[in-house]
């Protein structure tokens, strides 16, 4: 038995098989993580390093822990989210010798304890999402913290709560905020929400979007990419924000805008996506129509007031896989789509393979950097030679060539008379 095996805790080993093909097939779309899959195995920049990761537990991520295994690191890697766990893609990563932790549909327990035993493996070096394994270093063992090398962050709300720590200058390992990469939020956030939430949304309540109204909540990268597509599919899109510049952008992208409460009467379809707590609450449900479905795209379960939304019902039922039906006292149902979890992972796959090749490769590249360099404590930016290489990467895997600034060119935007 290979020891990963003996380690792991998932649910069923005999998926491996189905898991791994699931890998594979993701593997086949992502061409910049094969080139780095190759360099690494050459370069080894991660020789006998442990390295811990908590990741959505899908395929993608399941091969960017190959790839970091591949550069000689012995990876262990935690579920960032319960729902978008697959135990198939788990069973396989563990066949190819990765330590595992994670279930769908673990209990919140179950999912603490999983995200203290890919600390137990003790590693240097992280990559984390949601910057949970930051919170329980800090709060639980600022010692084993202090061992850290460095890591990277995936997403926007682990930024935040990354900078909160460094501003108070309590963070004590240097982290790479891959989301402010130019190639992460701005294909990632907009392009793989934008494709993945209607995905989700389409296969889990098997309903069409043309001529619906859809009500964005949000409109920074994820929910310009979610507007933009639910634009493309047929839909009247409303958008709610608090932030007015995003709000003029929102409108001259000809959306309407107006207040949640207000939107709240219009729309089919509500798809929140603030990185926020709470941003539709009793007052707007009390304003929706009958039939109304509601989706969150952002991090964490607490864009929809679950708690409003229970104290509205007066019974729930659970209507399709990943549809929870609320009726209130009026006979009016509110659907929630997968327990107001990220609906794209946690209802369908996540973004698009070709999506997360660029973000994965950010996230490789963002790691060798910290381990073989001495960052200070704190949140850093990726240094830009790193995307602009992801980008070339990119349009490389294409056939794409861009043309280069002539020498003259160069000392023209350099000068000022
Ligand atoms: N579903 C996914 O796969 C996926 C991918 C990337 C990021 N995310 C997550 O999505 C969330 C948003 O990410 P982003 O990159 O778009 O962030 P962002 O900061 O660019 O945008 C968030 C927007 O929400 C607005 N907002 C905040 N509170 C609001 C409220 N009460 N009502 C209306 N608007 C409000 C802000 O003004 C801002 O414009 C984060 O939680 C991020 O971690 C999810």
Same mark, same amino acid.
Request: with cysteine; net charge negative.
């Given at each position: 038995?290979?020891?990963?095996?003996?380690?792991?805790?998932?649910?069923? !080993?005999?998926?491996?098989?189905?898991?791994?093909?699931?890998?594979?097939?993701?593997? *086949?779309?992502?061409?910049?993580?094969?080139?780095?899959?190759?360099? !690494?195995?050459?370069?080894?920049?991660?020789?006998?390093?442990?390295?811990?990761?908590?990741?959505?537990?899908?395929?993608?991520?399941?091969? #960017?822990? /190959?790839?970091?295994?591949?550069?000689? +690191?012995?990876?262990?890697?935690?579920?960032?989210?319960?729902?978008?766990?697959?135990?198939?893609?788990?069973?396989? /990563?563990?066949?190819?010798?990765?330590?595992?932790?994670?279930?769908?549909?673990?209990? $919140?327990?179950?999912?603490?304890?999983?995200?203290?035993?890919?600390?137990?493996?003790?590693?240097?070096?992280? =990559?984390?999402?949601?910057?949970?394994?930051?919170?329980?270093?800090?709060?639980?063992?600022?010692?084993?913290?202090?061992?850290?090398?460095?890591?990277? *962050?995936?997403?926007?709300?682990? =930024?935040?709560?990354?900078?909160?720590?460094?501003?108070?200058?309590?963070?004590?390992?240097?982290?790479?905020?891959?989301?402010?990469?130019?190639?992460?939020?701005?294909?990632?956030?907009?392009?793989?929400?934008?494709?993945?939430?209607?995905?989700?949304?389409?296969?889990?309540?098997? #309903?069409?979007?043309?001529?619906?109204?859809?009500?964005?909540?949000?409109?920074?990268?994820?929910?310009?990419?979610?507007?933009?597509?639910?634009?493309?599919?047929?839909?009247?899109?409303?958008?709610?924000?608090? @932030?007015?510049?995003?709000?003029?952008?929102?409108?001259? @992208?000809?959306?309407?805008?107006?207040?949640?409460?207000?939107?709240?009467?219009?729309? @089919?379809?509500?798809?929140?996506?603030?990185?926020?707590?709470?941003?539709?609450?009793?007052?707007?449900?009390?304003?929706?129509?009958?039939? +109304?479905?509601?989706?969150?795209?952002?991090?964490?379960?607490?864009?929809?007031?679950?708690?409003?939304?229970?104290?509205?019902?007066?019974?729930?039922?659970?209507?399709?896989?990943?549809?929870?039906?609320?009726?209130?006292?009026?006979?009016?149902?509110?659907?929630?789509?997968?327990?107001?979890?990220?609906?794209?992972?946690? +209802?369908?796959?996540?973004?698009?393979?070709?999506?997360?090749?660029?973000?994965?490769? #950010?996230?490789?590249?963002?790691?060798?950097?910290?381990? $073989?360099?001495?960052?200070?404590?704190?949140?850093?930016?990726?240094?830009?030679?790193?995307?602009?290489?992801?980008?070339?990467?990119?349009? $490389?895997?294409?056939?794409?060539?861009?043309?280069?600034?002539?020498? $003259?060119?160069?000392?023209?935007?350099?000068?000022?008379?």
């Amino acid at each position: 038995m290979n020891q990963a095996r003996e380690k792991s805790q998932i649910r069923n !080993f005999a998926l491996a098989e189905q898991g791994e093909l699931k890998i594979d097939w993701v593997r *086949e779309h992502m061409p910049l993580l094969r080139q780095l899959e190759e360099q !690494f195995r050459q370069t080894q920049p991660f020789a006998g390093k442990r390295i811990s990761m908590c990741l959505h537990l899908e395929a993608k991520t399941a091969y #960017l822990a /190959l790839v970091v295994q591949a550069g000689g +690191a012995d990876v262990a890697i935690a579920a960032s989210n319960p729902l978008s766990t697959q135990d198939d893609v788990v069973a396989g /990563l563990v066949k190819r010798g990765v330590t595992t932790f994670g279930w769908y549909g673990a209990t $919140q327990e179950e999912y603490q304890a999983h995200l203290r035993e890919v600390l137990n493996h003790d590693p240097i070096a992280l =990559i984390d999402d949601g910057a949970d394994l930051a919170t329980i270093l800090h709060r639980e063992r600022p010692e084993q913290a202090a061992r850290i090398v460095g890591g990277c *962050e995936e997403t926007t709300t682990g =930024i935040i709560r990354l900078r909160a720590m460094s501003d108070e200058g309590i963070l004590k390992y240097p982290m790479i905020a891959v989301n402010d990469a130019d190639c992460k939020h701005l294909f990632d956030n907009r392009y793989g929400t934008g494709q993945s939430v209607w995905d989700g949304v389409m296969r889990t309540t098997n #309903l069409v979007i043309a001529g619906k109204t859809v009500v964005v909540v949000g409109y920074g990268w994820c929910g310009k990419g979610v507007a933009m597509r639910a634009k493309g599919l047929g839909a009247k899109v409303i958008v709610t924000e608090v @932030d007015p510049i995003r709000a003029v952008e929102a409108a001259m @992208d000809g959306f309407s805008v107006m207040p949640i409460v207000e939107a709240a009467a219009h729309g @089919d379809f509500f798809i929140t996506v603030t990185g926020n707590q709470y941003v539709i609450h009793k007052a707007a449900m009390e304003r929706m129509k009958d039939g +109304a479905i509601l989706g969150n795209a952002g991090h964490f379960d607490v864009e929809v007031s679950k708690p409003d939304l229970e104290s509205l019902a007066v019974t729930v039922r659970r209507v399709r896989p990943n549809i929870d039906e609320y009726k209130l006292a009026d006979g009016r149902r509110i659907y929630l789509i997968a327990e107001g979890r990220l609906v794209n992972l946690a +209802a369908g796959d996540g973004h698009p393979a070709e999506v997360m090749d660029m973000t994965f490769a #950010l996230q490789a590249l963002g790691l060798r950097e910290v381990v $073989q360099h001495s960052y200070a404590p704190g949140l850093h930016k990726i240094p830009r030679e790193l995307d602009l290489e992801v980008a070339r990467m990119r349009l $490389q895997s294409w056939g794409v060539t861009i043309d280069q600034l002539t020498d $003259q060119q160069v000392a023209y935007l350099h000068s000022w008379q």
